[in-house]
């Protein structure tokens, strides 16, 4: 259960910093085609990602998905946690190439 909850918990703040960096990055008019995308892509992910999980559980029991995906979740947080200060400054970034036309 606790394992249940963390990866809860993870989830839910994962897609609070992803919702929030897309915003940050797309145009205003993209945001909703962009979001729709990223929607598709999520739940093809989540059938592929179940399929997978269902062969792993198969071969090496019904944590192992678990651990697969907290121990595959560490690499992309740490490529994330690189790439987030240049989203904070891409407001600034944005506003800089618009005064210099």
């Not at 897609?15 to 797309?26: D, F, P």
């Not at 198969?58 to 740490?78: C, D, K, Q, R, Y």
């Amino acid at each position: 259960m606790a394992l249940l909850f963390g990866f809860g918990f993870q989830t839910s703040i994962w897609g609070s910093t992803a919702t929030a960096v897309r915003q940050r990055a797309v145009p205003e008019n993209f945001q909703g085609r962009v979001g729709s995308a990223c929607m598709v892509a999520l739940f093809g992910a989540l059938v592929v990602g179940g399929t997978i999980g269902a062969v792993v559980a198969g071969i090496w029991g019904v944590l192992a998905p678990f651990w697969f995906g907290f121990v595959g979740s560490v690499p992309n947080l740490a490529i994330v946690l690189r790439q987030l200060p240049k989203v904070a400054h891409a407001d600034a970034q944005i506003v800089a190439a618009s005064n210099d036309g």
